[in-house]
């Protein structure tokens, strides 16, 4: 966590976002409050305990709920972050159901020279610096994924 302040601090990104409750938490814990958290109170599927749970619900969000299927990235969930991502407050997106699939819009969604962080389970925390290139690459995973016709056409207008 330590080198993780030291890179935000030498790089000054123009947007910090976390994707999961572990890596918020601990974020949080270490006096970096990122602009937007994505959060479902889970980790590795098992519900995170309380202590956390209160952690992450700190008094600096303002708290938006959306609906989120495992291994999917709906059109609700794309739209909350683009509009965290363009709000002048500090946004915890609680997922209902799945956040893992969430950094893929989150990078293709925020600024240049952004940060996003996750969770990479028993092995720590992945920083993206947020490129046009990693930008590109996110699209490009994304247009490999199975599309259902619900919001299909609606995300790719957000996401372009």
Same mark, same amino acid.
């Given at each position: 966590?330590?080198?993780?302040?030291?890179?935000?601090?030498?790089?000054?990104?123009?947007?910090?976002?976390? #994707?999961?409750?572990?890596?918020?938490?601990?974020?949080?814990?270490?006096?970096?409050?990122?602009?937007?958290?994505? #959060?479902?109170?889970?980790?590795?599927?098992?519900? #995170?305990?309380?202590?956390?749970?209160?952690?992450?619900?700190?008094?600096?969000?303002?708290? #938006?709920?959306?609906?989120?299927?495992?291994?999917?990235?709906?059109?609700?969930?794309?739209?909350?972050?683009?509009?965290?991502?363009?709000?002048?407050?500090?946004?915890?997106?609680?997922?209902?159901?799945?956040?893992?699939?969430?950094?893929?819009?989150?990078?293709?969604?925020?600024?240049?020279?952004?940060?996003?962080?996750?969770?990479?389970?028993?092995?720590?925390?992945?920083?993206?610096?947020?490129?046009?290139?990693?930008?590109?690459?996110?699209?490009?995973?994304?247009?490999?994924?199975?599309?259902?016709?619900?919001?299909?056409?609606?995300?790719?207008?957000?996401?372009?």
């Amino acid at each position: 966590m330590e080198q993780l302040k030291k890179a935000l601090d030498s790089e000054k990104p123009s947007r910090i976002i976390s #994707v999961g409750d572990i890596t918020t938490c601990n974020l949080i814990e270490s006096g970096v409050l990122p602009d937007v958290c994505i #959060v479902d109170h889970l980790t590795c599927r098992a519900a #995170v305990s309380d202590q956390v749970v209160t952690r992450i619900h700190n008094p600096e969000f303002r708290e #938006v709920s959306v609906e989120n299927p495992a291994g999917s990235i709906t059109l609700e969930l794309v739209a909350c972050i683009k509009d965290a991502l363009q709000s002048a407050d500090r946004v915890l997106i609680f997922v209902h159901g799945e956040e893992d699939l969430a950094v893929i819009p989150a990078v293709t969604l925020a600024p240049v020279s952004s940060i996003v962080i996750y969770g990479q389970p028993s092995s720590g925390c992945v920083l993206i610096n947020v490129t046009r290139e990693k930008k590109k690459e996110m699209q490009e995973l994304l247009k490999q994924m199975k599309h259902s016709n619900h919001g299909a056409d609606d995300i790719w207008r957000i996401l372009e």
